[in-house]
């Protein structure tokens, strides 16, 4: 009898005490710190490779949404790079809590595609949060090809990723466009900060092409070019709540089906 009272009285104990240990430890299991791949975060060095290791594990997670976690206090440079799925499970969480800035010189694009620099293509269920800033250095851009027309890179682009949230993040200084949508169905951002100079050339805030179903929602948008411009392909797009300017605020270009 004594010997049942014990077990059970450990059995309440192990069950009370370890439940929220093993929560966190479920969560941390699944969580993947690009300081754990090699990432420095001292705003120099290239950590790009320490970003895709971490990506290839969130991306190959099968059981839940597995967190690529870029932690606060620190800035990470970023050569241009691609986050591609498809993933194994239905969503992926991108916790940007940390900053990421774009090479100081054009040169990390010389054999690249230089339209872009962070692009995540084919990730159905994408959730990218956490406060973090996304600082494109298109100053090195706008002062080396003076000219409208060059091609400088998007800093965040967005392709065929149904069912998108973006949402904290702030965004600084893009060479091109700050965020474009493309393909991407199900889309909804709210809570973000763009900030480019007013002369900028070509720096849209959002721009969505190919896309149905946006939402877009509470946040500032100060740019040199359009707020948020819509592109060929779009539909069904909800735009409330933005503080648009400078910049030349919300425009459809070449639409051919819209709603508001
Ligand atoms: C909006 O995002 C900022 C980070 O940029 C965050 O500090 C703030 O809590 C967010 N606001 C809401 C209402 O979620
Ligand atoms: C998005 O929705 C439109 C309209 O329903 C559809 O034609 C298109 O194939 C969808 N695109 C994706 C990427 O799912
Ligand atoms: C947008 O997505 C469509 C469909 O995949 C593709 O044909 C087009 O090249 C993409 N455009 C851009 C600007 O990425
Ligand atoms: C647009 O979104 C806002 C905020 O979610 C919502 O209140 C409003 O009803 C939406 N408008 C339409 C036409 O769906």
């Known amino acids: 009898m004594e010997v049942l009272i014990a077990i059970f ?33 001292d705003g120099l060095t290239d950590d790009s490779q320490a970003f895709l290791k971490a990506w290839s594990m969130v991306c190959a997670m099968k059981n839940g949404a597995a967190t690529l976690k870029v932690p606060p206090g ?18 992926v969480h991108f916790q940007l809590e940390g ?4 090479p100081k010189s054009t040169e ?27 600082d494109g250095s298109g100053s090195v851009w706008w002062n080396s090809c003076k ?15 149904n069912n998108l949230q973006l949402t904290g993040t702030r965004h600084l200084n893009s060479a091109r466009n700050h965020i474009s949508i493309n393909n991407s169905n199900h889309t909804h951002i709210f809570n ?15 721009d969505v092409s190919q896309s149905s179903y946006i939402l877009i929602q509470r946040s500032t948008i100060a ?4 707020c948020i411009a819509m592109n060929s392909g779009t539909s069904y797009v909800n735009i409330t709540g933005i503080t648009c300017g400078p910049g030349h605020g919300i425009r459809y270009k070449y639409i051919f089906i819209m709603e508001i």
Request: with cysteine.
């Open 108 to 134: 990390a694009w010389k054999g690249q595609d230089s339209s872009k620099w962070i692009d995540f293509s084919n990730v159905d269920g994408l959730i990218i949060d956490g406060g973090g800033q996304i």
């Open 74 to 91: 620190k800035t990470f440079m970023l050569k241009p790079l691609q986050f591609s799925g498809p993933c194994s499970f239905s969503s």
């Open 223 to 226: 740019t040199g070019d359009d």
């Open 192 to 206: 973000v900060t763009i900030t480019a100079p007013q002369d900028s050339p070509n720096t849209d805030g959002i």
């Open 147 to 161: 000219v409208k027309s060059c091609s400088r890179p998007t800093a965040l682009s967005i392709h065929n990723c």
């Open 9 to 41: 009285f450990l059995l309440y104990l192990v069950s009370h005490c370890s439940c929220s240990r093993l929560r966190e430890a479920a969560i941390n299991l699944n969580t993947f710190n690009v300081m754990d791949y090699g990432a420095i975060g």
């Open 99 to 102: 900053d990421v800035v774009a």
